[in-house]
């Protein structure tokens, strides 16, 4: 029974890329060490490091006005350390549209002055905000681009007149993106681009003036804008897989043929859930993540029988998150029409039988 995994982050891998890993950690002949086993300072190491910078320059379509900075934490880490870099003596301004927006602004409150200027909570996060006045010392703005859990996405970036920064986890590198025009970019690479234990980072270069000198060196931009990124250890497996996850986004045609694919995939399953009244899901049409996608059926007692059903069937990772309950499909760069189409046969069977 093919198995189809629709899990939110970890996230699936696409075959060819998890032939590689399989490549590259197998022990040799000659007892050779593998990619995770070599000097992030040797030759072979530096090629590898020099060639994902360059191919993220490339898909992003950034110039040398960003720095490319791979960091390590994750998400939540930038959720402090990008306004303790950037808003050590201005204020931090947050459009709120889900979960993840609501942790970050929670982070930055820690470490710097705050204000939203922007909710949708009022609305369960079923539509983006609308934005109010922006504080006039702002720092910059914050947005989520794809709210992975409650399945919000951007169509564009807000218009703005201060650099906006942007939390691109879940839906990075996923379409063409105008990331040249966004100051600050974030995001996670277990969704679109590998594994976790890595976290790009575009900055713009003239606002690393900002940051102050008091920031513990392991926090300041500044250490990781040089040198491509090896001021510490690298997590080098994360790194090897996230330069195999670029290649292959190139084999497949680029950001363009991938954001075809993407908007495919999503148009079967909404298609699917408006078509039926058993399956629902809340959010505005014109908002809707081509990412995440969060549904309920008609009697939400039976969200634990569909996903316990979909797992014997071999459909993994449909279980909501926590924070929201239902059911959630998400349909990273990796995930294949077929399995989709496979989802949608299921749910209208499972329609069938309790609807």
Not at 170 to 199: C, H, M, W
Not at 250 to 261: F, K, M, S, V, Y
Not at 324 to 343: H, I
């Amino acid at each position: 029974m093919p198995m189809h995994n629709f899990s939110a982050g970890p996230a699936m891998l696409p075959l060819g890329v998890r032939e590689r890993l399989s490549e590259a950690l197998a022990p040799s002949a000659d007892g050779a060490p593998s990619i995770a086993e070599v000097s992030h300072r040797g030759p072979r190491f530096m090629a590898l490091a020099e060639e994902l910078h360059q191919r993220l320059r490339e898909l992003t379509g950034i110039g040398e006005e960003h720095a490319v900075l791979l960091l390590h934490g994750g998400a939540n880490c930038q959720f402090a350390q990008l306004p303790m870099n950037l808003a050590a003596d201005r204020t931090a301004a947050f459009l709120i549209s889900g979960h993840w927006g609501k942790k970050a602004l929670a982070e930055a409150e820690c470490v710097a002055r705050t204000q939203v200027v922007g909710s949708s909570e009022e609305s369960d996060f079923t539509d983006l905000p609308e934005m109010g006045h922006l504080p006039a010392d702002c720092a910059y703005l914050h947005y989520t681009g794809n709210e992975t859990i409650h399945g919000l996405q951007y169509e564009h970036p807000p218009r703005v007149a201060v650099p906006l920064a942007a939390d691109m986890s879940s839906e990075f590198l996923s379409r063409p993106y105008p990331y040249r025009d966004i100051a600050v970019t974030y995001a996670g690479a277990q969704k679109n681009l590998g594994i976790a234990g890595l976290t790009v980072v575009l900055v713009r270069r003239d606002l690393l003036e900002r940051v102050p000198d008091s920031l513990p060196r392991f926090l300041d931009y500044r250490s990781w804008a040089k040198d491509l990124s090896l001021y510490n250890t690298p997590a080098s497996l994360a790194w090897f897989t996230a330069l195999e996850m670029l290649r292959w986004i190139e084999r497949q045609g680029g950001l363009e043929t991938i954001a075809a694919r993407n908007r495919e995939k999503s148009g079967v399953l909404y298609r699917a859930i408006d078509e039926s009244d058993f399956w629902r899901n809340p959010v505005a049409d014109h908002c809707r993540s081509v990412m995440n996608v969060p549904f309920w059926p008609a009697d939400e007692s039976l969200v634990m029988p569909f996903v316990e059903q979909a797992e014997a069937a071999g459909l993994q990772g449909l279980k909501g998150h926590r924070a929201l309950g239902g059911l959630r499909a998400s349909l990273y760069n990796a995930q294949t029409l077929e399995a989709v189409e496979t989802l949608v046969e299921f749910m209208r069977e499972f329609e069938r039988r309790f609807g």
